[in-house]
């Protein structure tokens, strides 16, 4: 019987819920020590030096020397979103009553208030903005389905999305994505992506190097909080 490879191989190496909660620590793209990983995952030192061996031999982490030390990192950006994807997706598939309780705690910091998700925003900002667009009467909702209203058309021209471009885009134009760590939806599809990359050239928000974490900078914290205020 075909099926994809590694699949199994990568399944079984998330499996564990020590290695789970090691993996998860270094989603904000940052590089740690052995002993740190072990208070984070609650293991003894022995245990631990056998799970990141594991993730090594695996492919999911990177090691690299720093005098005596070593220290552990995800080996790729790819790994850490494959990552989300399953966070995403037991998010999905959990009752609505589950859904309400964020996980900000166990979340990395440096991707909390903003990150991309794929090509979108995510995290707290991402979140307050589709609540207050929501709000403001900007968007339609239809299930997990999107569309904007006249006034939202509006209202996202004026940020300079050119509307007609994006929906020309051969993909969904809008649609709500679960927020894995704040547990409410964000703007995905076309909309979000441009939404994105306008906030990016507007330098409202910009990259760090972390992972996937983005920040805002001064003049996007008063921007910003216009939008649909």
Known sequence: MEYAPGISQLAGLLADPGRAAMLWALMDGSARPAGELALIAGLSASSTSGHLARLSEGGLLAVESRGRNRYYRLAAPEIGLAIEALATASLASQPPRMRAVPVSRTTPPALKQARTCYDHLA???????????????????????????????????????????????????????????????????????????????????????????????????????????
């Not at 904007?148 to 994006?166: E, F, H, K």
């Open 123 to 229: 995290g707290e900002l991402a979140v307050a903005l589709f609540e207050r667009m929501s709000q403001a009467g900007w968007l339609a909702l239809s299930g997990t389905r999107v569309d904007l209203t006249g006034d939202g058309a509006q209202a996202v021209a004026r940020l300079g999305i050119d509307l007609d471009a994006t929906r020309r885009k051969r993909r969904q134009f809008a649609c709500t994505c679960p927020d894995w760590s704040e547990r409410k939806p964000h703007l995905g599809g076309a909309l979000g992506a441009a939404m994105l990359d306008t906030f990016l050239e507007r330098g409202w928000i910009e990259p760090t190097r972390a992972s996937r974490a983005l920040r805002i900078t001064p003049h996007g914290q008063r921007e910003l909080g216009k939008v649909a205020a």
